[in-house]
């Protein structure tokens, strides 16, 4: 069986539709797929049908951005204020879950346009322009910018060499036009999860420019709030990396759960159904899910 818990579709910041989505991950053999779109649940009817059609299973699932500070540094670097992703999968409860995303969503918007804003500036470029074509590249769906969309825009506009080198430059954290977005508390997020009925899981634990230590801290930190699942690093990351990750997974008695973080063509080095593959110690969070064998 063929697992992928972790992609996205153009209701975040993917670039593909729900079905498209499902239908490349059946292209690519995938059993069993989540759509986990950032903050909101409006792809999941649409990719369920094409599952459906396609004889796959699609999870509920759902990537929240959650506000955690991480302690346990020196001097300046004590405690570190983070945006961390949490994804909740196979929750029951669409209604409450959605009720309390559609607040962040908001925020979303507000922000997608202060970033823009904010490079407009540093840039000297026209903001209404830069602002309809951010807006065209989320499918006008102000509530759907993310910050992939507006890195492709500068990208597409020669302003930077690659969507990437737009983060490193003025997207990522604390960077010149970066705007933190409102956010749950990571403890009050694996709550939400647990209220509707699914499983917390800890996304991509060693992409939040972290310190090897604090990638352990932050793990550590994630299952005494109650957490269920830490994801695997991607295969493409350094296996030294890999077993730092499997140790402290295994000291806090966490499940595993694996994802190819997929999001279309601007980021096509994620392929849709790429993922990890688990020790034979580990299990996989998708155990405790109603899989058809």
Known sequence: MKIDLHCHSNCSDGTYAPAEVVQRAH??????????????LLG??????TAQACNMQLINGVEISCEHTLSGGYGKNKSTNKIIHVLGLDFTDHAQMHETLQQLQESRATRGQR???????????DYDELWQEVCTKAGNNPQAVGRAHIGQVLYERGLVKTVQKAFDKYLADNKPAYVAIDALSMERGIELIHACGGKAVLAHPTRYQLSATRVRKLIEEFAQL???????PANSEPLSTRRMVDRTIAEHELVTSIGSDFHGSNMPWRRIGDVPTLTPEQQGIWQAFDLKS
């Open 27 to 40: 292209t690519a053999g995938v059993n069993v797929l989540a759509l986990t779109d950032h903050d909101t």
């Open 44 to 49: 999941i009817d649409e990719a369920r049908a």
């Open 115 to 125: 970033i823009t804003e904010k490079l407009s500036e540093l840039l000297t470029l």
């Open 226 to 232: 109650g957490g269920d699942a830490c994801e695997l």
